[in-house]
């Protein structure tokens, strides 16, 4: 079965750093496109960042570039979010997801791993 797993999240003052990961089973993260989304109290979903398994490009939502990377570990199947930098706007419930299709299903991904929190402090 086809399962993600987000971990990582925790309590952070602004200009921080955390490290997510999601380890995902049942799939190879070299075969799809592994995105991190992200949602705030009272907010949207957003799209945060996408790796895709075809070509390796990295997509960064213009909130995060500079700050954020993505990266992976095939032989981990493992999708690892750096976040520095963080700002106190960054708070939200953080999501890993994947899809064969790759980044281009956007938020429409087919599978999707319970969220882990990020609260970063002023």
């Known amino acids: 079965e086809v399962q993600l797993q987000a971990s990582g999240g925790g309590l952070v003052q602004a200009g921080g750093s955390l490290r997510l990961s999601c380890v995902a089973s049942?799939?190879?993260?070299?075969?799809?496109?592994v995105g991190w989304f992200r949602q705030a109290p009272g907010k949207e979903r957003e799209g945060v960042s996408c790796i895709n398994s075809s070509d390796g490009q990295r997509y960064y939502d213009d909130s995060v570039k500079g700050r954020f990377t993505i990266s992976k570990d095939n032989a981990k199947n493992t999708v690892y979010l750096q976040m520095d930098s963080l700002k106190p706007e960054d708070t939200a419930v953080y999501y890993c997801?994947?899809?064969?299709?790759?980044?281009?299903?956007?938020?429409?991904?087919?599978?999707w791993g319970k969220g882990t929190q990020v609260t970063v402090s002023s």
């Open positions: 997801a994947a899809d064969s299709e790759g980044c281009w299903v956007y938020d429409d991904m087919t599978y």
């Open positions: 049942g799939f190879t993260v070299d075969d799809y496109g």
